[in-house]
T-cell receptor, first 117, second 114 residues
Framework: DTGVSQNPRHKITKRGQNVTFRCDPI?????LYWYRQTLGQGPEFLTY????????KSRLLSDRFSAERPKGSFSTLEIQRTEQGDSAMYLC???????????????FGPGTRLTVL | AQSVAQPEDQVNVAEGNPLTVKCTYS??????LFWYVQYPNRGLQFLLK??????LVKGSYGFEAEFNKSQTSFHLKKPSALVSDSALYFC????????????FGDGTTLTVKP
């Protein structure tokens, strides 16, 4: 078990550019989550998938943000026309489903730190 | 709606002394409660959780937490702190009916001095 992996670990971009991040969850986990964390704050929920279906999106996720999980395995998070306010750590987590359908612990990846200049 | 409060930004303890990091929560329905630890430039590492059953849960690295429904609290504790416990600690809550969104507190920085 290699845990949740995220690539790249760091991304520096200029305002207005598009960026894409990738998350590979723990292999048997069918739920995948994206969070954003800024300095001095806890992670804020962005969206989550069950298999390939995107089931919930936060109001934080503006139209410039899109996430996909096309085959129910890895996921990508794209930010279009980046703004300086998008600078943050983007965290991915995955979790298995408990018997009965409820969700177990979310396990987090190391994050992708985005800096928008 | 669900929310978490970690009332202390910073907790300082001496090595060998007991430590407590406080967390209170608000959620509709029964809560699932979690503690995570974060080291600099790293993701969150799971420490322990309360889902149901015994109010005292034990987790990694000698940490434990007590669920108190009447006080809506889930304080993290350790009987004897180590310098290596110094890190940022996050409490999180999710309603048992909510498969998705977890809500995190803003974190408490624990510093253990030798």
């Amino acid at each position: 078990d290699t845990g949740v992996s995220q690539n790249p670990r760091h991304k520096i971009t200029k305002r207005g550019q598009n960026v894409t991040f990738r998350c590979d969850p723990i292999s048997e986990h069918n739920r995948l989550y994206w969070y954003r964390q800024t300095l001095g704050q806890g992670p804020e929920f962005l969206t989550y998938f069950q298999n390939e279906a995107q089931l919930e999106k936060s109001r934080l996720l503006s139209d410039r943000f899109s996430a996909e999980r096309p085959k129910g395995s890895f996921s990508t998070l794209e930010i279009q026309r980046t703004e300086q306010g998008d600078s943050a750590m983007y965290l991915c987590a995955s979790s298995p489903t408990l018997a009965g359908g409820s969700t177990d612990t979310q396990y987090f990846g190391p994050g992708t730190r985005l800096t928008v200049l | 709606a669900q929310s978490v409060a970690q009332p202390e930004d910073q907790v300082n303890v001496a090595e060998g002394n007991p430590l407590t990091v406080k967390c209170t929560y608000s959620v509709s329905g029964n809560p699932y409660l979690f503690w995570y630890v974060q080291y600099p430039n790293r993701g969150l590492q799971f420490l322990l959780k309360y889902i149901t059953g015994d109010n005292l849960v034990k987790g990694s690295y000698g940490f434990e937490a007590e669920f108190n429904k009447s006080q809506t609290s889930f304080h993290l504790k350790k009987p004897s702190a180590l310098v290596s416990d110094s890190a940022l600690y996050f409490c999180a809550v999710r309603a048992n009916t909510n498969a998705g969104k977890s809500t995190f507190g803003d974190g408490t920085t624990l510093t253990v001095k030798p």
